[in-house]
């Protein structure tokens, strides 16, 4: 299938799901895990000893954005060879006046996901998924499975056609 991983339906393997993710893959049976090593989690890493392509590994940051006193959190979907325009096109697009990457302990804590595993699927419902155009073309991304012991192999598409998603391009 995709590098040098076992991918198996995800929904027969919800161990290697974190629990928001596990939730939200009962009905999509598209999505595919693997499970890898927590050590090798981080995407140039990943890529290099599976044999994925970075071209179709996704990355997901949480943004936090501010505006006035009201602050929100949002999810960017880029591909790792990509760059989000945090500061300019996401900040924009989120009507705020701020915009930055959340920290580690706060992204985790509100995901209920590892730091270097946080998936779109599964967050908050009242968060934005902000897609990538190229993530949404591509016919299959790997992305987290909310732990760094494991990776979600599911069609682009999947990802656009989340409740939150919306497909913009967000790369620089």
């Known amino acids: 299938m995709i590098g040098s991983l076992d991918w198996v339906s995800a929904m027969g393997r919800q161990d290697l799901l974190a629990d928001p993710v596990a939730r939200a893959v009962r009905e999509d049976t598209q999505a595919q895990v693997a499970e890898i090593d927590p050590e090798l989690a981080d995407t140039a890493a990943f890529c290099e000893r599976y044999a994925v392509p970075l071209g179709i590994s ?6 936090t954005a501010k505006r006035g006193g009201e602050v929100a959190h949002a999810a960017c979907m880029v591909l790792a060879t990509q760059r ?43 968060w ?20 760094r012991r494991s990776k979600l192999l599911l069609p682009g598409k999947a990802l656009a056609d989340l409740p939150q998603a919306e497909v913009i391009a967000l790369a620089q």
């Open 84 to 126: 989000a325009d945090v500061n300019g096109i996401v900040r924009r697009h989120l009507g705020a006046r701020k915009a930055s990457f959340a920290p580690m302990d706060q992204a985790t804590a509100l995901s209920g996901m590892e730091y270097g595993g946080i998936t779109p699927i599964g967050l908050p419902e009242d």
């Open 128 to 147: 934005p998924v902000l897609v990538d155009t190229a993530v949404a073309d591509e016919a299959y991304v790997v992305i987290g499975s909310g732990l």
């Open 58 to 63: 996704a990355n997901c940051v949480i943004i």
